[in-house]
Structures are given as C-alpha cells and as structure tokens.
C-alpha cells in the first residue's frame, strides 16, 4: 500500500476522532473556546508532536505546529485549516486540512527530511464564526488583523469573546501579540473540501483554487406592530413576519437572476412567537456572495432596499446592521501554478476552481501568498452531517500537498 494511502487511512480515523467532539450532544457542533475545542487540541496537539513538531497555541486560540526547516529561524510555510464547525456540520469542513496538513509534515518526519523552510501547521480557532456571530477570529488574529472591538461580542449565554478566550487560557489583552512574528512567510495553503458538485462533476479527485469569493453578512429586523390573532383586522395590520417572508422571497429571486450570486437567509427569529399573537418583530440574517465584489455590493444595496420598500408598503420599520464583511481574495499564481505541477505530477488532470465558501485564505492574503486544493465531496454537500469524502480521494490530496512541498523546495517561491 502506498504511504499517501496509509496517510489516508489515518487521516479519516482522525476526522471520525474529531468529529466525535461536540459541544451538542445530538450533533457536531464544535465552537471557539469550548470544552470539544479543548479536546480537539488535546488530540492535534499529540498528533503534531508524533509528526516532529513543536505545539503552541496563541491567545486566540490557534493552535500551531513548527516543524522547522533545515536552518532553523529561515522562512515558513503556513499550511492548516480550521477545528471550528457550524451547527450540525459535518466532520471533514476544516478539521480534513488540519489532519492532512500533519499527514504532509508526519511523511517529512518519517524520511528525516527537513526543508529549506518551516512547514508551520495552523488548526484555526474561529472560521465559521457560529459562537459569536464572527468570521475568521483565529486567522486575523494572525494576519495581525484582529479587531479589538469584536472582544465585545457576546454569545447566546452572553459570555464576552474576552471572557472565552480567557476561559480557554488565553490572555484577550495580548491578541496582538498572535500576529505572525515568525520572519520570512513564503504563504498560506490550505487543503479542503470543495463543498460544491464541479469536481464530482467533472469525475476529479481533486482541484486547484483560483480564488474565493467576497462576503457579506447582514442582520435585519422588522419592527411591526403585535397584536392579537383574533381581533386585529386582516387590513391594517403590521405584521413584521409576512414582511420579511416577503423579504425572503425577493432575496432568493434577485440572487436566481444574477449570475454567480447566492444569498441565503438563514436566521429567522419571530417576536413574541405565540400562535395567537400576530407577531410584532422579526429579524433575519442575510448571508450574501459573489466573485465580483462590484456585484455583490450592486446586489446588496438592491436588497436592503427592497426591504425598506417592503417595509414602507407594510408599514413595518426595517433597520439592518452588517455584521462582517470580506472581499474576494485571489489566490497566489505562482502557488496554484505549483499545485498544477503536483497535481499533473500526480497524473489527474487539472481544473481550476473558485471557491464559493470563505476559507481562512481570505484574512491570510493580507499577510502572504495563498493557496488552496479541493478534495471533491460526495454530492457536493457540505454544512451538514452527511458531508462526505472518499480515502482514495484524501490519498491523492496527500499525496498532491508532498509534491507540492517539494516543488517549492525546487522552484522556490515567486
Ligand atoms: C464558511 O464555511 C462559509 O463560507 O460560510
Ligand atoms: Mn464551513
Ligand atoms: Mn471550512
């Protein structure tokens, strides 16, 4: 059997490891700062240290494994992704990067190899941002980007991002101090699943990253009027939830018409939510993409719009507040020109893709070149348990990301 396919096998035991740590008990759900988060360290910690490398972890709450290059203190490469998940997710979103990114630097381990750079493995504490209605915390904190005032936001049980990260052992008023201050950074590679059909599609086991789509994400209340399901006459009444389903529609259809946008509402809470009450307040989350962020911007005033004028014709005050925002990122050429070479090396043909889901790689490009590879998943499906990925396809990711490190050693960076 060959080591890439052995790497494989080991690499899924650890995701089905992994994905055994939950905050929820009916589910996997796997947040910043949480007792599964601690656990998971626990677990990629003791699997970076049998792989050669020495473990830290920030304030933030990355954890990070040096394995260092032929000189020590010469430049690094930042390969990870991340351990957070969504509610309800599936096992392979973040944690498949962080285990084959070990799996990579266990085969550099095994040979006593050491490159003319560090291979730093980043397991990302926040990508997702579920627990604090965030994006990217652990990536910006080291791209040295992190944004004090988010140490404010408050999670359901209205504990403080200072006081988690307190909490995890972390110190909030030394965030700064995550920035990455390791020298040389020649980039930032991620492996991860495409979450999308073009692979499976196109019959590949894996794809190069071209570059990642912008962001924006948006919370929206309506303010109607409550009132009584019984009494309050059909004509005159304020009520903010028909509002926002009206809302909800014009989201779905604007996106349907706009090549390459997707918009999805996928947050809704209704206030006071009693069968008899005609409900007074309704607010929703809007989550919306496009590679070009001229588009996504057009479409986005579009829609807020919309929802005033929905708003005004109900008589139900709207008011929306944006809650983080990133541009697209294009990936470095001359690292997806590398993946290219690995993954041509490695006898699949090659497709270039644009990732729709944001990726850490997003924060990252602010401080290095980024690169990405997509593992195909099964149906395209992801955000959800039955996310899925073959082992022969994660053998060939491995076996992609070893040659891709040593046609860096090779070539050099740009
Ligand atoms: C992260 O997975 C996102 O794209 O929402
Ligand atoms: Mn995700
Ligand atoms: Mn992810």
Redesign the pocket.
Known sequence: MSRSRTFAEMAMERCDILGALSDEPEHLTRQIGGDAMRRAHEQVGAWMREAGMVVSRDNIGNLRGRYEGATPGGPSLLVGSHLDS?RDAGKY??PLGVVVAIAAVQGLHDTKRRLPFAVEVIAFAD???LRFSS?YLGSRALAGTFDFSDLERTDASGVTLAEAIGQFGGDPARVSDDAWRGGNVLGYCEVHIE?GPVLETRGLPVGVVSAIAG?AHYHITFTGEAGHAGTVPMRGRRDALVAAAEFVLAVEADAASHEGLVATVGQLTVHPGAVNVVPGEVAVSL?I?HSDDNVRLERTRHLLESAQEIGSRRSVRVAHQLLGENASASCSPHLASLFAMAVDEAGVPVVHLVS????DGVTMASLTEVGMLFVRCKGGI??NPAEAVTVDDVAVSIDVLGRFLELLTTLGPE
């Open positions: 969504v979103d973040g990508e997702e941002g994006t979450q962001r989550d993409r729709g889901a944001g990726h992801s955000h």
